[in-house]
């Protein structure tokens, strides 16, 4: 009996052509450039239009062209994964929105909480329903606007210099090749920590109608991250996910040819760098450019990548993520 694996035959990405600076957000809040570049990495960030993009819209655009290079029609699709913690409404996700704008009705979709590990949970989804025969090709998708969750003055600006928006796509098929394809992938959370990096509002759980109870005008309506508790544990778990892809599958740190890792932080991502022992061109840092896009962020690094040559037929890739939650994942791929 042959065995059936997946495979991600098609990249794209999608950002708003309005990009926002360090020096622009020095018009908001007391911060600079040198503060951010040195902290984070980033330089610059993209930031949605209202009237042109919504997070399904960005999504649609990436799944366009992840599709179109994939050489498939939307309809070739049965199933969508959808990862963002930005959804355009409170409920039918955003998921919904762009299988309507992609006119594929009747496919299934699921919705993925996972913040910034969104995206590798995702493509382990679409991963698990293509391997056990239930669908063979999955459109899996990581968008964010988080420029409207985040407070632009000088109290929230330890969260608001650092997140983006923007949208990501692959195409992931059935194959039966098992020299090209996802080898596995590696999901993991810790609720205990749910309050380090959240989004309170709009919550369920109180007493009033949400708005009724003036959280418009809260804190609780904007992201709230202990930015040194979220960097502490992220460099720990990035590297055991990273090891237990790489251990489930024979293979060593020195194999890796790309490591596309969630774009948290630039010196996050470098310090993994380091303890893997890869040389600065086997990982692949994009968040100069667009900040941290959550889900986003490695399906753009991922396309990024691949359209600069750096990821080719028969390459090791490993992705890792992490995240609110606090969630973390890897993926490693014979590409
Ligand atoms: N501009 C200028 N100053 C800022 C600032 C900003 N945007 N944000 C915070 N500061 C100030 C603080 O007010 C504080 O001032 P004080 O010493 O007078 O009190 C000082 O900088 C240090 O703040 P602190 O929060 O300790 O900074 P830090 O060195 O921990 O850096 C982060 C903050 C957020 C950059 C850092 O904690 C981090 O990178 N954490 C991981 C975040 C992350 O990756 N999140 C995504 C996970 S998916």
Known sequence: MTTTYSRITGLGFYVPDNVVTNDDLTQYMETSDAWIQERTGIKQRRFFTYGKDTNASMATAAARMALDRAGLEPKAVDLIVYATLSPDYYFPGSAFLMQRELGLEGCAVIDVRQQCSGFVYALSIADQFIKTGMYKTALVIGSEIQSTLMDKTTEGRNVAVIFGDGAGAAVVQATTDPEHRILSTHLHADGRYAEELYLKDPGSSREDHFINAGTADSADSSVV?????????????????????????????????????????????????????????KVFNNIQYYGNTTAASIPIALTEAYEQ???KSGDLICLAAFGSGFTWGSALIKW
């Open 225 to 281: 991250m202990n930015g040194n508790t979220v960097f502490k544990h992220a460099v720990v778990r990035f590297m055991e996910v990273i090891n237990e892809g790489l251990s489930a599958n024979g293979y060593q740190a020195s194999d890796v040819d790309l490591l596309v890792p969630h774009q948290a932080n630039i010196r996050i991502s470098e310090y993994v760098r380091q303890q893997m022992g890869l040389p600065e061109e």
């Open 309 to 311: 040559g750096r990821v």
